[in-house]
């Protein structure tokens, strides 16, 4: 397990997008930090979340490329499975997400985002997104900090 799993390990992990966009099109240097966090997942070792916004931000690249073997994999990634909870975008988290845009000055997604990490119960947030700094409560976790050459 790789440094990132092991800085994970016994929090509840919120996966912003570009944690699955990195992972699921290889994107260096992030593949294998990335590779090590859904192993983690898959055997109990770490526990994450995700918005269901995650799979509408993951598949506008594979559909403007009419890449349909990418949309059918996020589609399968972005599912019910062990270690991952897909919360539904459901009123409470707008209103959240509202209050945390106005408050922070976050994008609307990135809000949606954060409103269910927090509604999720996560303790850690990862993501490449440096925006995410002005969230309060949750430890975040930059994948630029974790890039292996």
């Keep these: 397990m790789g440094a990132l799993s092991q800085a994970l390990q016994g929090q509840r ?3 912003d997008a570009n944690v699955f966009i990195y992972a699921l099109e290889g ?12 192993v983690g997942m898959e055997a109990g070792q770490i526990q994450a979340s995700t918005s269901a916004l995650t799979l509408v931000e ?12 990418l949309v059918q994999l996020y589609r399968m990634v972005l599912s019910a499975r062990p270690g991952l909870e897909i919360a539904p975008v459901h009123t409470e988290v707008l209103i959240s997400a509202a209050r ?9 997604p990135d809000a949606i985002h954060a409103a269910t990490a927090q509604a999720t119960g996560c303790t850690a947030l990862l993501t490449n997104d440096t925006g995410f700094r002005r969230l309060p409560g949750v430890q975040l976790f930059l994948l630029s900090d974790w890039a292996q050459a």
Excluded: I, N
């Excluded at 994107?27 to 859904?38: G, M, R, S």
């Excluded at 993951?58 to 073997?69: E, W, Y």
């Design 13 to 15: 992990v919120y996966l």
């Design 27 to 38: 994107v260096a240097p992030w593949t294998a930090p990335l590779h090590d966090v859904f």
């Design 58 to 69: 993951c598949l506008v690249r594979p559909f403007a490329l009419a890449r349909d073997d």
């Design 100 to 108: 945390l845009r106005a408050q922070l000055g976050l994008k609307l």
